[in-house]
Nanobody, 120 residues
Framework: QVQLVESGGGLVQAGGSLRLSCAASGSIFSINAMGWYRQAPGKQRELVATMTNGGATNYADSVKGRFTISRTNAKSAVYLQMNSLKPEDTAVYYC??????????????WGQGTQVTVSS
């Protein structure tokens, strides 16, 4: 089983920056991709950015050019550098890993979430 622990959320003024971190432990060999999702009050959880083990990235249109996802060489951690933050970026940010185990198949693991609040 994989466990994910996030850190780095907080309160920042519009135009500021934050860096989120997520450390994976446990069966990290099963991880195929890691990424970040967010959920604002009253809204559905949405993709922010993902990165596969091969380095392929995918970003939401709303964060392209402002956010950068990266992973360690060991593939056991993922980061989200968020620049030029806007009030609409306010949400709980969740770390996600996509995993494959032969006996189980594909499954998702989620972190506990970290609050990001951007004041105007």
């Amino acid at each position: 089983q994989v466990q994910l622990v996030e850190s780095g959320g907080g309160l920042v003024q519009a135009g500021g920056s934050l860096r989120l971190s997520c450390a994976a432990s446990g069966s990290i060999f099963s991880i195929n991709a890691m990424g970040w999702y967010r959920q604002a009050p009253g809204k559905q959880r949405e993709l922010v950015a993902t990165m596969t083990n091969g380095g392929a990235t995918n970003y939401a249109d709303s964060v392209k050019g402002r956010f950068t996802i990266s992973r360690t060489n060991a593939k056991s951690a993922v980061y989200l550098q968020m620049n030029s933050l806007k009030p609409e970026d306010t949400a709980v940010y969740y770390c996600n890993s996509k995993n494959t185990v032969a006996s189980v198949g594909e499954y998702d693991v989620w972190g506990q979430g970290t609050q990001v609040t951007v004041s105007s």
